[in-house]
């Protein structure tokens, strides 16, 4: 096998006129199998596999209140429905079986595409749409398992503030964040992790940050940041809500620029961590950018042109970060370039 998949579209899990619906990958369905990868089913998450990122008792909370039938259990608001829990588990699930699947060699690279994403949720807590936290828990199974270090790097608009969490004080977990400073949840600033220089990087992002910008912080940050901590694993957090017409933020990726940004990580995966990557969904709120974006990951990881030649560029100017990734490489003690 080559490049794999697991689809987890959560039909039930919906609240009236939230963003993070299913409808997200409604769109993306039909086309799945065209992509040139293979499909392989998601095998559910166990409560101990999730406990090594959650306590046990939100993870009991939220089969509880899963029960109880549909209400908001976080002001974002973080919706559940009778359905949720057992729709997290398998999310989370779904995100292992690509991890151990790369990890064991059985498939080269794969892509996660997934709902209720993660990123955002912390190990007591749900919120921001997420309740349980897809790619830690897969980042936690792969340590507990082959692997001695893997990175996350998270191109969300938001901050990965969950992943964060989980990883702060583990030595074996790397993470690195890009996302639009003053948002949602207001978190990840250059500073947020003092002791774990060169192991947890956040680059807060002005508005409007775009392809040239992206293009740039993985090159000035990304790469040296993996040489540093040299994952064998990279786990990419990729949401397609940091496109330019996303309906809830306001950075400036176009789907070239996603492309782009996808080939460099499997490159680098490619040099540092023999080809072992694993993207997995997180957010994005306009289904076109969504079924545009899951072309531009499956072209990278499958080493092909674009399917949709998408001609999006974005209409706003992509603000000057070189004074933002100088004092980002000063701070983590990266040499910029
Ligand atoms: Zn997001």
């Not at 993660?118 to 340590?143: K, S, T, V, Y």
């Not at 901050?159 to 989980?166: D, M, R, S, V």
């Not at 990304?222 to 330019?244: C, E, N, Y």
Request: glycine share 8%; charged share 20%.
């Amino acid at each position: 096998m080559e490049t794999i998949y697991t689809f987890v579209p959560s039909r039930n899990h919906e609240y009236p006129d939230h963003p993070e619906r299913p409808g997200r990958l409604g769109i993306v369905e039909p086309l799945l199998d065209s992509f040139g990868a293979e499909r392989v089913d998601a095998v559910r998450a166990s409560v101990d596999e999730v406990a090594r990122v959650h306590e046990r008792g939100l993870i009991a909370g939220v089969e509880e209140v899963c029960k109880q039938g549909p209400g908001v259990i976080d002001h974002a608001p973080t919706y559940v429905t009778q359905t949720s829990y057992e729709d997290a588990m398998l999310a989370a699930g779904g995100v292992i079986t690509c991890t151990r699947a790369v990890m064991r060699g059985e498939a080269k690279n794969a892509f996660a595409i997934i709902r209720p994403p993660g990123h955002h949720a912390e190990p007591d807590r749900a919120m921001g749409f997420c309740i349980f936290n897809n790619i830690a828990i897969a980042a936690q199974d792969a340590l507990a398992s082959r692997m001695e270090r893997v990175m996350v790097i998270d191109y969300d608009a938001h901050h990965g503030n969950g992943t964060q969490a989980a990883f702060l004080h583990d030595e074996r977990a790397g993470f690195i964040s890009t996302h639009q400073w003053g948002i949602y949840p207001g978190t990840g600033w250059i500073e947020d992790a003092p002791h774990a220089k060169k192991r947890i990087a956040n680059v807060p992002l002005h508005a409007y940050a775009g392809d040239e910008t992206f293009s740039r912080i993985s090159d000035a940050i990304f790469t040296p940041m993996v040489k540093a901590f040299r994952p064998q694993m990279l786990l990419i957090s990729v949401g397609f809500d940091a496109h330019w017409n996303d309906p809830i933020t306001s950075l400036g990726l176009s789907t070239r620029g996603y492309f782009n940004i996808a080939k460099k990580l499997a490159a680098m995966a490619e040099e540092y961590c023999d080809g072992k990557i694993v993207f997995v969904l997180e957010g994005g709120y306009d289904p076109q950018n969504v079924a545009h974006g899951v072309d531009s990951v499956f072209g990278a990881l499958t080493n092909r042109p674009l399917k949709f030649e998408a001609n999006d560029p974005s209409p706003h100017k992509d603000p000057d970060h070189e004074a933002r990734i100088a004092e980002i490489c000063k701070w983590q003690g990266l040499s910029s370039s």
